[in-house]
């Protein structure tokens, strides 16, 4: 503008003019680059879309295990003729094996022995039918014979939404504000003397049970980011179980008394073998290296993996 005024071109009078102009055509140039990031970011983001429908689709698409209701009046999850591998390392062949309910099961044996993977292939036969752990194939021939599809797996990655208030995580709604006030009240209550009864303010840094209780309607950005892993153990219990009229016909549990302290364990078993005492509940357990068998207790049988095998042994 110097320039022009200089050279003549232009008068003082037409400096503002000349003004807006080269601002408006700055603002322009910015404006198009943002636009331009934008596109980018969306397209970007359109492609991550595309590769997780592409997963899923690969998922469900997957052969899974035979699973068939009993003939008759067993109530028992039989496995026959069942044959599975994943990838190279676990391979498994189970003849016949008969789980019988009101009975707590320690599945043990080494690690890549396959335990996780027959959790994750029972699970498969739930009411909500997940797709088998990638890499896990069934051989065709085999099957399992389950009373019921009311299967519950508390596994050893625990997943929560991001930006969601605790209440409706534990509800397993999107919106707890949605659901009825009267059944919400109710509800709160249980998870309020639930939460009591298994000490979960003491499982990290939550401070005391009021303000664990009050942080439930709070919208938290990663809820189970600031629990420790007891106290994550203990919300889905609390979720999948224990809000519930009766326990899951199947509870499966892989390594969750892992994480908790001992106080936490021995109240949890408590609870879980009174409420669960006409389910079938197989947990994977650890035994200790100087140990010759399970300890009779919580436990009622153990259901062992060895050299591709799984088979029932007394605890002791």
């Given at each position: ?207 005391d049970e009021a303000s664990v209780a009050e942080d439930l309607h709070l919208e938290k950005d990663d809820w189970y980011g600031e629990l420790s892993g007891g106290q994550k153990v203990k919300a889905e219990l609390i979720a999948q179980v224990f809000l519930r009229d009766a326990c899951p016909r199947l509870l499966l549990l ?63």
């Amino acid at each position: 503008i110097g320039f022009l005024l200089e050279a003549g071109h232009i008068t003082n009078v037409d400096i503002f003019l000349y003004t807006r102009v080269i601002e408006d055509s700055i603002d322009m140039l910015m404006t198009r680059s943002r636009l331009q990031a934008k596109l980018a970011s969306m397209e970007t983001q359109k492609k991550r879309v595309r590769e997780l429908l592409s997963g899923l689709e690969a998922a469900s698409s997957r052969p899974g295990a035979r699973c068939e209701a009993p003939v008759g009046d067993s109530h028992a999850v039989q496995l026959l003729r069942l044959k599975y591998s994943r990838g190279s390392a676990v391979r498994v062949e189970i003849e016949e094996l008969a789980l019988q309910p009101g009975r707590v099961y320690a599945v043990t044996g080494g690690n890549g022995c396959g335990k996780s993977t027959l959790f994750g292939i029972l699970a498969s036969c739930g009411r909500s039918r997940p797709a088998l752990p990638a890499g896990v194939n069934v051989s065709a021939e085999g099957f399992i014979v389950l009373p019921s599809d009311d299967v519950a797996e508390i596994p050893q990655q625990l997943y929560c939404p991001m930006h969601i208030k605790p209440i409706s995580w534990l509800l397993r709604v999107a919106d707890a504000a949605r659901v009825a006030e009267d059944v919400l009240r109710s509800k709160e209550g249980q998870i309020r003397q639930l939460m009591a009864e298994l000490l979960f303010a003491r499982g990290g840094d939550a401070g005391d049970e009021a303000s664990v209780a009050e942080d439930l309607h709070l919208e938290k950005d990663d809820w189970y980011g600031e629990l420790s892993g007891g106290q994550k153990v203990k919300a889905e219990l609390i979720a999948q179980v224990f809000l519930r009229d009766a326990c899951p016909r199947l509870l499966l549990l892989d390594e969750s008394f892992a994480p908790l302290d001992p106080e936490s364990r021995s109240l949890v078993q408590e609870k879980l073998k009174r409420f669960c005492s006409d389910s079938i509940v197989l947990a994977i357990h650890h035994v200790d290296s100087h140990a010759r068998c399970v300890p009779r207790g919580f436990f009622d049988d153990n259901l062992h993996f060895e050299n591709g095998m799984a088979t029932l042994i007394p605890t002791c």
